[in-house]
């Protein structure tokens, strides 16, 4: 394994403590107002203080605006019925590549740290992947092409939004590249359709007739024009230190203004466990 050194770490040398740990009947407005008070996308969801699940803005987008959750706002919510289940959790006396393992089997990007008692002591996510590969010899001498994803799809900046999470959920992508007349322009991903849906679902609650339809907002209203990007002759370090210096789920390779492949925190998970499961 290119990583056994660093993959065989423990744990707890690794995750971070500093999470957004809250009881799972709050309601999915305090979970959100959470996650922006600690400039996160997830927070861990407990029942009497043990660990039972993880909210994400990846699951908001997929969940909110069905049948159920149309009428209400965040408020009348319950994070709860947002959450992931079942949870897959390590404990601190576990490997990194126990958690990268389990993350790339299960599509995660982070997974919590428990303790005997199941109680959350940390979390390991993309920005604990990152910053150990950043500082990482061997990633250094890797290149983004032996691990980038090659993007499946691309939108236009007169592409609906709704369209993009279709896309989104179809591919399994946390990012879209967006074109324009054959030029990479920007991405939309998770974080700013979750930006999107939150502010919709606020502003509709009194005056649905004074903002726009879901159905007719386009990429161009939500766009994330300056990515994080790289090219395709840097190394795996250089890629988890842009993802951390720009604080952003994804780095764009590009070559020549288009855009050949993605690297997320799913793909540094790869790296650390030197396990490949096919994505579509």
């Keep these: 394994m290119v990583f056994e050194d660093l993959a065989l770490r423990s744990v707890s040398r690794i995750h971070t403590q500093d999470f957004p740990y809250i009881d799972k009947d709050y309601s999915l407005a305090e979970a959100l107002h959470l996650m922006d008070k600690k400039k996160t996308d997830r927070v861990v969801l ?46 601190e006396s576990d490997t990194l590549l126990k958690a990268a393992t389990i993350m790339v089997e299960g599509g995660f990007t982070s997974v919590p740290v428990v303790g005997d008692e199941g109680v959350a002591r940390g979390i390991i996510s993309r920005w604990e992947l990152a910053k150990v590969l950043r500082e990482s010899p061997e990633a250094a001498d890797l290149s983004v092409r032996e691990f980038m994803r090659t993007p499946p799809v691309s939108v236009s900046l007169q592409t609906r939004i709704l369209h993009v999470r279709q896309l989104i959920q179809q591919y399994d992508l946390s990012v879209i590249p967006v074109m324009d007349e054959g030029v990479l322009v920007g991405v939309i991903g998770v974080d700013e359709i979750a930006r999107v849906f939150i502010k919709y ?4 609650r009194g005056e649905p007739k004074r903002i726009t339809p879901l159905k007719y907002i ?25 993802m951390i210096k720009n604080r952003y789920r994804a780095v764009i390779i590009e070559d020549r203004g288009k855009p050949v492949g993605i690297i ?8 650390l466990s030197q396990k490949r499961v096919r994505r579509l």
Excluded: C, N, W
């Excluded at 679902?201 to 509709?204: D, I, S, V, W």
């Design 201 to 204: 679902y606020e502003l509709a």
């Design 46 to 91: 407990s029942e009497s203080g043990v660990a039972r699940g993880i909210l994400t803005l990846r699951d908001v987008i997929f969940k909110l605006g069905t049948i159920r959750t149309k009428q209400a706002a965040p408020s009348a919510l319950h994070a709860s019925s947002f959450m992931s289940e079942p949870l897959r959790v390590v404990k």
């Design 264 to 271: 997320t925190g799913y793909e540094l998970a790869i790296a």
């Design 218 to 242: 386009v990429v161009a209203d939500a766009i994330k024009l300056r990515p994080p990007k790289v090219d395709p002759e840097s190394s795996l370090a250089e890629a988890a230190d842009s």
